[in-house]
Nanobody, 123 residues
Framework: QLQLVESGGDSVQPGGSLRLSCVAS????????IGWFRQAPGKEREGISC????????YYEDSVKGRFTISRGNDKTAVYLQMNSLKPDDTGVYYC????????????????WGQGTQVTVSS
């Protein structure tokens, strides 16, 4: 199991953009499918995007389609989530995790989570 660390969260106004990063110290991330999960205040954690090990499959939850883009860094040590046109409903703590990833969904491999990174979208 990789120890993943998220970063890049911030407070932004509606319509703004952020790029979240997910890294594992000393490890390449192309050994696993990686997904992003979001936990909004008072709600359960939900999978919002993932990228398969080879990058051939990506998944986006309906509410983020067309606004968020997941990608792997060229050196394969990071996975990014570019978030554009942010809405107040995007507010929450964002986590990355090793996953099972397919074009129709994402499931975490382990029930173990890092600290996450806080995204707040508010005017």
């Amino acid at each position: 199991q990789l120890q993943l660390v998220e970063s890049g969260g911030d407070s932004v106004q509606p319509g703004g953009s952020l790029r979240l990063s997910c890294v594992a110290s000393g490890f390449r991330l192309d050994i696993s499918s990686i997904g992003w999960f979001r936990q909004a205040p008072g709600k359960e954690r939900e999978g919002i995007s993932c990228i398969s090990q080879t990058g051939s499959d990506v998944y986006y939850e309906d509410s983020v389609k067309g606004r968020f883009t997941i990608s792997r860094g060229n050196d394969k040590t990071a996975v990014y989530l570019q978030m554009n046109s942010l809405k107040p409903d995007d507010t929450g703590v964002y986590y990355c995790a090793q996953t099972v990833c397919w074009t129709g969904g994402v499931i975490p491999l382990f029930d173990s989570w890092g600290q996450g990174t806080q995204v707040t979208v508010s005017s």
